[in-house]
């Protein structure tokens, strides 16, 4: 898998409630644990852009509310910093559910998605309205 060319800031943890900006079903989740989580014994796992978690759907369309999901991590209200200087933020924290294979469940995102989470996974951007 390539790199990621900007530091990405980790600042969401478990019981974050994220928006789910796809057309799947979903509408809020809470990040219940990180993939592939690494880091110090004890402490809670952090995430960021281009992150895949295991969320609860908590609200939505009844055949998604109270499942485990996994979902990408695709906006962050914490600034990210670019390698050109450029500081991003957005204005909420949003995801979009995926399945075990890392293909998307919905067929369009709502708002902007983050370029860092389409340098880690090609197959998102054909859903994306809008790359920033």
Avoid: W
Wanted: some cysteine; charged content about 20%; aromatic content about 2%.
């Amino acid at each position: 898998m390539k790199g990621i060319s900007s530091h990405i800031s980790k600042t969401l943890i478990p019981g974050t409630i994220l928006t789910c900006a796809d057309n799947s079903g979903a509408k809020t989740l809470m990040i219940i644990n990180k993939i592939g989580k690494s880091g110090a014994h004890g402490r809670l796992a952090s995430v960021g852009i281009g992150d895949i978690v295991m969320a609860s759907v908590k609200s939505g369309s009844p055949q998604y509310i109270k499942k485990k999901v996994r979902a990408v991590i695709i906006r962050q209200r914490s600034p990210v910093l670019r390698a050109a200087g450029m500081r991003l933020r957005f204005e909420d924290n949003a995801a979009i559910l995926i399945t075990d294979v890392n293909l998307p469940v919905a067929t369009e995102v709502k708002g902007a998605m983050a370029r860092e989470v389409i340098e880690k996974y090609i197959k998102l951007a054909g859903i994306a309205s809008r790359v920033i």
